[in-house]
């Protein structure tokens, strides 16, 4: 597609419950990025995949938090057992990495995450 | 521990102003340094990165300084208008782990 795109837009969810949250990266692109944005706050980091490799979980805030990116190409970001802590904007992002390092992330809109 | 400030947190100039947003990091083995604008409710937009060996980028009316020495960066805004009103963000690149600001929220009055 033309950008990064992720759904949903927003969900309103009840402690306890489990969500799933989608990111549909630039085609092409080999690097995915999981951040989660807190009211108020800075972008936290939470979950990094390249290609093939093990993904890099030091992010990741807690077990109740997985995520998997099937085919090199979309990724799902799940909560278990939501806690009202977890409300946040999480955006994902995407880069091509073409030998270096990184290169610019190109960033969805966000999923707005409330729990109740 | 990997830490990135930004200074100040919020900024309120009338339009055409020159302004500098700074950002700064403790740990200077980054491989590039990234400026972000974020607009209410919305993504990320990325503005400039700006690789390790490198002193600055300019993209229009947007410079971007850094000097990992001293562990810092500034963004330089020329001729300030209304719709640059967002907040801005940069991020250090320590290979895998990317650490973002807390972001200055910039208002241009017209």
């Known amino acids: 597609g033309a950008g990064v795109s992720q759904s949903p837009s927003n969900k309103v969810t009840e402690k306890g419950k489990d969500v799933e949250l989608r990111c549909d990266p630039i085609?092409?692109?080999?690097?995915l990025y999981w951040y989660r944005q807190s009211l108020g706050q800075g972008l936290e980091f939470l979950i990094y995949f390249q290609g093939n490799s093990a993904p890099d979980k030091s992010g990741l805030p807690s077990d109740r938090f997985s995520a998997e990116r099937t085919g090199g190409s979309v990724s799902t970001l799940t909560i278990q057992r939501t806690q009202q802590e977890d409300s946040a904007v999480y955006l994902c992002?995407?880069?091509?990495?073409?030998?270096?390092?990184?290169?610019?992330?190109?960033f969805g809109p966000g999923t707005r995450l409330l729990v109740l | 521990k990997q830490e990135v400030t930004q200074i100040p947190a919020a900024l309120s100039v009338p339009e055409g102003e020159n302004l500098v947003l700074n950002c700064s990091f403790t740990?200077?083995?980054?491989?590039?340094l990234q400026w972000f604008r974020q607009d209410p409710g919305k993504g990320l937009t990325s503005l400039l990165l700006?690789?390790?060996?490198?002193r600055e980028q300019t993209s229009g009316r947007l410079n971007a300084s850094l000097d990992k020495s001293s562990g810092r960066s500034t963004l330089y805004i020329a001729a300030s208008q209304p719709g640059d009103s967002a907040t801005y963000l940069c991020a250090g690149n320590y290979g895998q782990n990317f650490v973002f600001g807390p972001g200055t929220r910039l208002s241009v009055l017209p």
């Open positions: 085609s092409g692109h080999t690097a």
């Open positions: 740990d200077s083995a980054i491989y590039n």
């Open positions: 700006i690789q390790s060996s490198q």
């Open positions: 992002a995407s880069s091509s990495l073409r030998g270096e390092w990184s290169r610019t992330q190109y």
